[in-house]
Each structure stands twice: as structure tokens, then as C-alpha cells.
T-cell receptor, first 111, second 112 residues
Framework: GNSVTQMEGPVTLSEEAFLTINCTYT??????LFWYVQYPGEGLQLLLK?????DKGSNKGFEATYRKETTSFHLEKGSVQVSDSAVYFCAWTDSWGKLQFGAGTQVVVTP | DTAVSQTPKYLVTQMGNDKSIKCEQN?????MYWYKQDSKKFLKIMFSYNNKELIINETVPNRFSPKSPDKAHLNLHINSLELGDSAVYFC???????????FGPGTRLTVL
């Protein structure tokens, strides 16, 4: 089964709204955790990452905190823009480098 | 400068044909990967090479064969293409195994 669970989309928000995308993972040990973003028609871009428990990754106003006790890595942004419309993927990597992706959450931000 | 590049960006071909996708990275990374993204956007790893050595080989039909002529290149050859091979294929690289991966722009393969 899928070892990364993300909230299903699409998530539709108005500009300046608060965004949360929940992500929980199933993994042994202490994997590194990632959020990748895929803008329409483009490839995957690394948004942020965290490599150990309680680390907070942040970039472009997005944040996520590695919570080992709840095996979660929820993505948040305080005020979204239309340009944040994209598909967001939560992922973790095993010791071999296999990135295990969630199913992706489409975010649509309207003016 | 493009860090991870793929060619071609689009590939449309007939069932039964053989095709190749090329990937190059200029980041000096040791490890490269191929991922497949299906029509529902789900991403799954196919292969990984570390210093030209195959280290990940997922359950992929043997019609798919990766080749790494050097650390900076990882190509994907597909024989006898089938309709179900239609997808977007992404190449990625990382400084070393299990490190942060950087993705190419993808190759959209359409099999008719």
C-alpha cells in the first residue's frame, strides 16, 4: 500500500487564504521528508525538506515540520497567491534513495 | 544553465515501436533516477544508478532498459511500446544515494 497519505484534492481557495495540506507517512527509521511542487505543464520542483524530527523546512512562505510522534509533515502557507496553484506532493526517501510519493494534492487559488 | 535536462520533451509513437529518452545532469551528482508519472499524477520510481551501477530496479517490464554511459547521463530505452506506457517520465539526480533529488522537466510519451 501507499506509504504516504495526503489529503485528496482539489483544494480550492481564494487568494490570501490559509492553506494546509495534510501528509502522514509510514516508514521505518528516520527518513528525510520532502514537499515537491508541480506547476501546470512543468516538472517537479523541490519546495522544502526536513531531515530529522522537529526540523522545520521553509521556502517561499511555505512551512512544514517533521513530527515523528504523529508521523506527519503537514504543509502550510499563511496567505496563498494565484501563482501557488499547482499539485503538491509529499514524499520520503528510504536508504536506497527511493522517493515514496503521496498521490499529490491539487491546489487551485482563485483571485 | 539547466541542471537536469531530458530529451525529447514530447514523444508520440505507434505501438510496437522502440524509443529512447535521454537524461543529462550537470550538477556533478553521483546518483540518477527514472520515475514514471501516470495519468492520475501518481509517481513511481523505476530505476536508479549510482556511479553507473544499477542500484534500484523496481518491478518494471523488461521492455524497459536503462543505460548509464557515465555519471552525468542516464538513458531509458523502451522496446515494443504498449498503450499503457503512455505517461510522463521524469529523470532526477542527487549528490549521493538517499540525498535530495532534483528533477528534470519530464518527457511526455504518448503511444497510439
Amino acid at each position: 500500500g501507499n506509504s504516504v497519505t495526503q489529503m485528496e484534492g482539489p483544494v480550492t481557495l481564494s487568494e490570501e487564504a490559509f492553506l494546509t495540506i495534510n501528509c502522514t507517512y509510514t516508514a521505518t527509521g528516520y527518513p528525510s521528508l520532502f514537499w515537491y511542487v508541480q506547476y501546470p505543464g512543468e516538472g517537479l520542483q523541490l519546495l522544502l525538506k526536513a531531515t530529522k524530527a522537529d526540523d522545520k523546512g521553509s521556502n517561499k512562505g511555505f512551512e512544514a515540520t517533521y513530527r515523528k510522534e504523529t508521523t506527519s509533515f503537514h504543509l502550510e502557507k499563511g496567505s496563498v497567491q494565484v501563482s501557488d496553484s499547482a499539485v503538491y506532493f509529499c514524499a520520503w526517501t528510504d536508504s536506497w534513495g527511493k522517493l515514496q510519493f503521496g498521490a499529490g494534492t491539487q491546489v487551485v487559488v482563485t483571485p | 544553465d539547466t541542471a537536469v535536462s531530458q530529451t525529447p520533451k514530447y514523444l508520440v509513437t505507434q505501438m510496437g515501436n522502440d524509443k529512447s529518452i535521454k537524461c543529462e545532469q550537470n550538477l556533478g551528482h553521483d546518483t540518477m533516477y527514472w520515475y514514471k508519472q501516470d495519468s492520475k499524477k501518481f509517481l513511481k520510481i523505476m530505476f536508479s544508478y549510482n556511479n553507473k551501477e544499477l542500484i534500484i530496479n523496481e518491478t518494471v517490464p523488461n521492455r524497459f532498459s536503462p543505460k548509464s554511459p557515465d555519471k552525468a547521463h542516464l538513458n531509458l530505452h523502451i522496446n515494443s511500446l504498449e498503450l499503457g506506457d503512455s505517461a510522463v517520465y521524469f529523470c532526477a539526480s542527487s549528490p549521493m544515494r538517499a540525498d535530495t533529488q532534483y528533477f528534470g522537466p519530464g518527457t511526455r510519451l504518448t503511444v497510439l
